[in-house]
Nanobody, 128 residues
Framework: QLQLVESGGGLVEPGGSLRLSCTTT????????IGWFRQAPGKEREGVSC????????RYADSVKDRVTTSRDKAKNTVYLQIDSLKPEDTAVYYC?????????????????????WGQGTQVTVSS
């Protein structure tokens, strides 16, 4: 069973940057489309990004597209989410998600029902 593990969250001041990582053990992420979601307190889960299996195609939510980059390192079996110019409203639990049987970002990638494997999440807090 594929299990996703996120890391890299923490407390950061406004304007700072973080790089979140998503990896797994026992399985390769090479052929899976990978996404990132986030959920702030009292709010619904929001799709942040999607990257296809090759890493050559990405999609981003309009709310973050100027500050976020997703990438994958197949040698490390890891997918990253780089967030720059962090704002207090970026405070949320960030989840790595996967669809092991799909390789491309669907038109509905930003909807949580499209993803069947979720990590436990990593907390990002932006505060001075």
């Amino acid at each position: 069973q594929l299990q996703l593990v996120e890391s890299g969250g923490g407390l950061v001041e406004p304007g700072g940057s973080l790089r979140l990582s998503c990896t797994t053990t026992g399985f390769t992420l090479d052929f899976a489309v990978i996404g990132w979601f986030r959920q702030a307190p009292g709010k619904e889960r929001e799709g942040v990004s999607c990257i296809n299996s090759s890493g050559r195609s990405t999609r981003y939510a309009d709310s973050v597209k100027d500050r976020v980059t997703t990438s994958r390192d197949k040698a490390k079996n890891t997918v990253y989410l780089q967030i720059d110019s962090l704002k207090p409203e970026d405070t949320a639990v960030y989840y790595c998600v996967a669809n092991p049987i799909e390789s491309s970002c669907s038109v509905n990638w930003a909807y949580s029902y499209r993803w069947d494997t979720w990590g436990q999440g990593t907390q990002v807090t932006v505060s001075s």
